[in-house]
Protein backbone atom coordinates (compact mmCIF):
# COMPACT_ATOMS: atom_id res chain seq x y z
CA UNK A 1 0.00 0.00 0.00
CA UNK A 2 1.40 3.20 -0.95
CA UNK A 3 2.57 5.82 1.68
CA UNK A 4 0.33 9.03 1.87
CA UNK A 5 2.80 11.69 0.41
CA UNK A 6 4.02 14.41 3.40
CA UNK A 7 3.68 18.13 2.99
CA UNK A 8 6.64 19.66 2.03
CA UNK A 9 8.91 21.09 4.47
CA UNK A 10 8.24 24.62 4.92
CA UNK A 11 11.53 26.52 5.13
CA UNK A 12 11.36 29.28 8.32
CA UNK A 13 13.42 32.26 6.86
CA UNK A 14 13.84 35.74 8.67
CA UNK A 15 12.18 38.67 6.86
CA UNK A 16 15.46 40.05 5.58
CA UNK A 17 16.33 36.51 3.90
CA UNK A 18 12.82 36.63 2.32
CA UNK A 19 12.78 39.72 0.86
CA UNK A 20 16.53 39.39 -0.60
CA UNK A 21 15.17 35.93 -2.16
CA UNK A 22 12.23 37.85 -3.80
CA UNK A 23 14.28 40.51 -5.04
CA UNK A 24 16.97 38.31 -6.40
CA UNK A 25 14.29 36.43 -7.83
CA UNK A 26 12.70 39.30 -9.60
CA UNK A 27 15.21 40.73 -10.90
CA UNK A 28 15.96 37.08 -12.96
CA UNK A 29 12.96 37.71 -14.25
CA UNK A 30 13.65 41.13 -14.83
CA UNK A 31 16.55 40.65 -16.76
CA UNK A 32 15.12 37.78 -18.96
CA UNK A 33 11.73 39.23 -19.93
CA UNK A 34 11.82 43.09 -18.90
CA UNK A 35 9.32 45.15 -16.22
CA UNK A 36 6.29 42.75 -17.84
CA UNK A 37 8.05 39.64 -17.03
CA UNK A 38 8.30 40.69 -12.88
CA UNK A 39 4.60 39.06 -11.81
CA UNK A 40 4.13 38.21 -8.04
CA UNK A 41 2.68 35.15 -8.70
CA UNK A 42 5.89 33.95 -10.85
CA UNK A 43 7.96 35.71 -8.68
CA UNK A 44 6.40 33.54 -5.56
CA UNK A 45 6.53 30.33 -7.43
CA UNK A 46 10.95 30.97 -8.48
CA UNK A 47 11.29 31.33 -4.38
CA UNK A 48 8.27 28.59 -3.08
CA UNK A 49 6.85 30.89 -1.52
CA UNK A 50 3.16 32.03 -1.60
CA UNK A 51 1.82 35.07 -3.19
CA UNK A 52 0.33 36.47 0.16
CA UNK A 53 3.82 35.94 1.24
CA UNK A 54 5.41 38.55 -1.72
CA UNK A 55 2.63 40.32 -0.79
CA UNK A 56 3.55 40.96 2.88
CA UNK A 57 6.84 42.00 2.12
CA UNK A 58 6.01 44.52 -0.81
CA UNK A 59 2.55 45.26 -0.31
CA UNK A 60 1.95 44.89 -4.33
CA UNK A 61 3.81 44.08 -7.25
CA UNK A 62 4.00 48.23 -7.95
CA UNK A 63 5.66 47.91 -4.34
CA UNK A 64 8.02 45.07 -5.33
CA UNK A 65 8.74 46.45 -8.47
CA UNK A 66 9.60 49.76 -6.84
CA UNK A 67 11.89 47.74 -4.19
CA UNK A 68 13.78 46.14 -6.85
CA UNK A 69 14.88 49.51 -8.42
CA UNK A 70 15.86 50.53 -4.83
CA UNK A 71 17.89 47.41 -4.54
CA UNK A 72 19.27 48.25 -7.46
CA UNK A 73 20.16 51.80 -6.67
CA UNK A 74 21.43 50.53 -3.28
CA UNK A 75 24.27 48.45 -5.52
CA UNK A 76 25.53 51.36 -7.43
CA UNK A 77 26.23 53.43 -4.73
CA UNK A 78 28.15 50.97 -2.73
CA UNK A 79 30.03 50.23 -6.49
CA UNK A 80 30.42 53.41 -7.09
CA UNK A 81 32.04 54.00 -3.26
CA UNK A 82 33.91 51.12 -3.67
CA UNK A 83 35.56 53.02 -6.47
CA UNK A 84 36.20 56.21 -5.69
CA UNK A 85 38.05 55.23 -2.31
CA UNK A 86 41.09 54.29 -4.90
CA UNK A 87 40.47 57.92 -7.17
CA UNK A 88 43.24 60.37 -6.97
CA UNK A 89 42.87 63.65 -9.26
CA UNK A 90 44.87 61.68 -11.85
CA UNK A 91 42.95 58.67 -12.04
CA UNK A 92 39.37 59.20 -12.54
CA UNK A 93 38.49 57.08 -15.51
CA UNK A 94 35.25 58.00 -16.72
CA UNK A 95 34.75 55.44 -19.28
CA UNK A 96 35.08 53.25 -16.58
CA UNK A 97 32.42 54.63 -14.15
CA UNK A 98 30.28 54.76 -17.16
CA UNK A 99 30.88 50.54 -17.45
CA UNK A 100 30.20 50.15 -14.03
CA UNK A 101 26.83 51.96 -14.23
CA UNK A 102 25.65 50.72 -17.41
CA UNK A 103 26.05 47.46 -16.12
CA UNK A 104 23.18 47.57 -13.77
CA UNK A 105 21.16 49.81 -16.27
CA UNK A 106 21.77 48.26 -19.59
CA UNK A 107 22.52 44.43 -18.86
CA UNK A 108 20.49 44.14 -16.11
CA UNK A 109 17.54 46.11 -17.19
CA UNK A 110 16.90 48.81 -14.79
CA UNK A 111 16.96 51.58 -17.08
CA UNK A 112 13.49 49.88 -18.77
CA UNK A 113 12.06 49.44 -15.20
CA UNK A 114 12.67 53.01 -14.35
CA UNK A 115 11.22 54.19 -17.30
CA UNK A 116 8.05 51.79 -16.48
CA UNK A 117 7.42 53.44 -13.37
CA UNK A 118 7.90 56.62 -14.57
CA UNK A 119 5.20 56.25 -17.16
CA UNK A 120 2.77 54.37 -14.24
CA UNK A 121 3.14 57.72 -12.65
CA UNK A 122 5.40 55.82 -9.43
CA UNK A 123 7.38 58.90 -8.68
CA UNK A 124 10.83 57.90 -5.72
CA UNK A 125 10.66 59.75 -2.49
CA UNK A 126 14.49 59.08 -2.21
CA UNK A 127 16.96 61.40 -3.78
CA UNK A 128 20.76 61.28 -3.80
CA UNK A 129 21.72 57.82 -5.12
CA UNK A 130 24.60 59.43 -6.25
CA UNK A 131 25.52 62.18 -3.53
CA UNK A 132 28.59 60.00 -3.01
CA UNK A 133 29.93 60.33 -6.78
CA UNK A 134 29.30 64.12 -6.48
CA UNK A 135 31.27 64.45 -3.16
CA UNK A 136 34.15 62.18 -4.57
CA UNK A 137 34.16 63.99 -7.90
CA UNK A 138 33.87 67.41 -6.61
CA UNK A 139 36.84 67.08 -4.04
CA UNK A 140 38.74 65.95 -6.88
CA UNK A 141 37.77 68.74 -9.24
CA UNK A 142 39.14 71.48 -6.67
CA UNK A 143 42.15 69.32 -5.87
CA UNK A 144 42.93 69.84 -9.31
CA UNK A 145 41.60 73.56 -9.63
CA UNK A 146 44.33 74.33 -6.10
CA UNK A 147 47.17 72.50 -7.95
CA UNK A 148 46.84 74.56 -11.40
CA UNK A 149 46.53 78.08 -9.23
CA UNK A 150 42.38 78.16 -10.02
CA UNK A 151 39.60 79.05 -8.09
CA UNK A 152 38.14 75.88 -7.44
CA UNK A 153 34.60 75.27 -9.42
CA UNK A 154 30.82 75.88 -8.03
CA UNK A 155 29.83 72.48 -6.45
CA UNK A 156 26.64 73.40 -8.58
CA UNK A 157 28.38 72.79 -11.89
CA UNK A 158 29.47 69.14 -10.21
CA UNK A 159 25.67 68.28 -9.76
CA UNK A 160 25.11 69.37 -13.28
CA UNK A 161 28.13 67.08 -14.61
CA UNK A 162 26.33 64.16 -12.22
CA UNK A 163 23.38 64.65 -13.73
CA UNK A 164 23.97 64.57 -17.47
CA UNK A 165 26.30 61.70 -16.51
CA UNK A 166 23.37 59.70 -15.03
CA UNK A 167 21.10 60.90 -17.92
CA UNK A 168 23.19 59.33 -20.37
CA UNK A 169 23.49 55.86 -18.64
CA UNK A 170 19.63 56.00 -18.34
CA UNK A 171 19.19 56.96 -21.64
CA UNK A 172 21.10 55.10 -23.68
CA UNK A 173 19.61 51.93 -23.23
CA UNK A 174 16.43 52.84 -23.77
CA UNK A 175 16.43 54.95 -26.92
CA UNK A 176 20.64 55.23 -27.65
CA UNK A 177 20.20 53.53 -31.10
CA UNK A 178 17.20 55.17 -32.34
CA UNK A 179 18.89 58.87 -31.91
CA UNK A 180 22.33 57.67 -33.44
CA UNK A 181 20.35 56.17 -36.60
CA UNK A 182 18.94 59.55 -36.45
CA UNK A 183 21.87 61.27 -36.63
CA UNK A 184 23.01 58.93 -39.46
CA UNK A 185 25.25 56.58 -37.04
CA UNK A 186 25.00 52.94 -37.19
CA UNK A 187 23.61 51.31 -34.08
CA UNK A 188 25.10 47.78 -34.10
CA UNK A 189 27.37 46.68 -30.94
CA UNK A 190 30.57 48.23 -32.43
CA UNK A 191 28.91 51.46 -32.99
CA UNK A 192 27.07 51.59 -29.60
CA UNK A 193 30.40 51.03 -27.79
CA UNK A 194 32.53 53.76 -29.98
CA UNK A 195 29.63 56.40 -29.14
CA UNK A 196 29.72 55.74 -25.64
CA UNK A 197 33.16 55.72 -25.61
CA UNK A 198 33.18 59.15 -27.25
CA UNK A 199 30.23 60.70 -24.58
CA UNK A 200 32.96 59.48 -21.77
CA UNK A 201 35.78 61.03 -23.26
CA UNK A 202 33.93 64.35 -24.04
CA UNK A 203 32.35 64.25 -20.21
CA UNK A 204 35.68 63.39 -19.21
CA UNK A 205 37.16 66.71 -20.86
CA UNK A 206 34.40 68.40 -18.58
CA UNK A 207 35.69 67.77 -15.26
Known sequence: MAQPRRPARRVRRSAEQARRLILEAAEKRLIEGGPEAVRVQLVARDVGMTDAA?????GSRDGLLEALLRHAGRQVRERIQAAARSWTPETVDV??????????????GYARLALWLSFAGRR???SGMLAD???ALHAIRCARARAAGRVPPR??????????FHLVQVADPLVGDAMRRSAGLPSDEKARRRHRAWIAARLQEML
Open 124 to 126: GKG
Open 133 to 135: LAD
Open 54 to 58: VHHHF
Open 155 to 164: REDTLHWVAL
Open 95 to 108: AALSDLIAETYAQR
